[in-house]
């Protein structure tokens, strides 16, 4: 695609880089196929080459509002069109630089600062989190019915497994799966300890950075990776620790790009690049593992929703799937599979109305076949989807911790 950068933006690293991204695109529209939005609402601006072309307009200095800034704004940031496309376009990367420098144009109004200001403040933070959580579950008998069901009750076994064993990996907790789920890293801890593997959870590695990333707010973020980075490097650096294991696939995806966004950074760049390489999906390590050593009972049918972090970032699709399906449990086959939940981080507070469509359609999807469970791998989707059912979702490690 040609463009003509005006000198505003040719002169800066981001409009350098945008432009590079844009020059791979060929407008061919493959993307519209995949794109939840447009499938949605059938406006070419809410899709990938839609968003592409409101870049190029204002990279080029055409003028831009609070309608670019929006289109720009419903993109869930899914990645589906990065899969489908036949150029190799970093849309994501382009579409982050293009949301950052429409912020800086347009603005925001009072009620949407405030709202992205109280996300950033309250989500990144555990303890924060958490006590907004208990609060919640201490009012949660007198909230009507739909508020309900987005404060869920602490379910499962939370201990973690204590045998020492001769191989360790790294986890990251997380930010906000410690009160909403911390059943996860517990029996990922059993499971992996039944393979001779032991989890050493390093307590100054908490959020990965990526709901600061997300909302334009690099600098934060970037504090947010060094601390992880700090915290992780010296024992991979002494080959204590052989990975980091990230058991919500949108952490996994972001930690993935500690590499790229620090690129340019003299102190961290180097260090970067190791973690990024050390970091692993659990499905990644599951799937080289003898499942023959764990006490497997597959006994129920499973509706699998494979995020999108974990099939369009990661480039994991199927992984899961294939462990599961050794492991004898029973797959259903789902439906329209590429697109997304919804939940996209802070997307479903930001855009209920879009997000609530969409959990809806993967809904229908995943108990087409009506499934004993419904299972997932990314904290945000399992709490997103099981808002909306009275079916059971859990993350699929849970199915080996028997």
């Not at 480039?315 to 329209?336: P, W």
Request: with cysteine; hydrophobic share 35%; aromatic share 6%.
């Amino acid at each position: 695609m040609q463009t003509k950068i005006t000198a505003e933006f040719s002169q800066t690293h981001a409009g350098q880089r945008a432009g590079e991204i844009l020059r791979n695109c060929v407008h061919c529209g493959f993307c519209t196929a995949t794109c939840p939005t447009y499938q949605l609402l059938g406006d070419e601006l809410d899709s990938p080459r839609g968003r592409i072309y409101l870049i190029k307009q204002l990279l080029e200095g055409n003028e831009v509002s609070a309608k670019t800034q929006q289109h720009l704004d419903r993109c869930l940031t899914c990645r589906s069109c990065e899969t489908t496309c036949p150029s190799g376009v970093e849309y994501s990367r382009l579409l982050e630089i293009g949301r950052e420098l429409i912020d800086e144009k347009v603005g925001r109004s009072f009620f949407s600062s405030v709202q992205r200001s109280l996300l950033k403040m309250l989500l990144p933070y555990p303890k924060r989190f958490s006590t907004a959580m208990k609060i919640g579950r201490l009012f949660k008998p007198l909230l009507p019915p739909g508020l309900k069901k987005s404060i869920p009750d602490i379910k499962g076994d939370i201990t973690w497994a204590s045998q020492k064993q001769t191989r360790q990996m790294l986890i990251l907790n997380g930010c906000v799966q410690p009160s909403l789920s911390p059943q996860i890293n517990a029996a990922t801890s059993r499971v992996l300890n039944k393979l001779g593997i032991e989890l050493i959870n390093q307590s100054l590695a908490q959020c990965c950075g990526a709901v600061n990333q997300h909302m334009n707010d690099a600098e934060t973020a970037s504090l947010f990776i060094k601390q992880n980075i700090d915290a992780w490097y010296p024992l991979l650096e002494s080959k204590q620790a052989e990975a980091i294991i990230i058991t919500a696939s949108g952490c996994g995806a972001m930690v993935k790009e500690y590499e790229y966004l620090l690129r340019d950074d003299p102190d961290y760049a180097e260090k970067a690049s190791i973690v990024s390489k050390a970091c692993k999906d659990i499905s990644e390590i599951i799937a080289d593992e003898d499942l023959s050593k764990l006490a497997i009972k597959p006994d129920k049918t499973i509706s699998f929703h494979s995020p999108c972090t974990l099939q369009h970032a990661q480039k994991l699709n199927g992984v899961v799937e294939t462990i599961l399906s050794n492991a004898g449990f029973s797959l259903n086959v789902i439906k329209d599979a590429h697109l997304c939940c919804g939940s996209a981080g802070t997307y479903s507070i930001l855009q209920p109305e879009i997000s609530q469509q969409l959990k809806a359609n993967k809904l229908e999807a995943l108990q087409q076949h009506q499934p004993d469970l419904i299972a997932t791998a990314n904290i945000g989707c399992l709490h997103h989807l099981a808002s909306g059912t009275d079916t059971k979702v859990i993350h699929w490690i849970e199915l080996l911790d028997q």
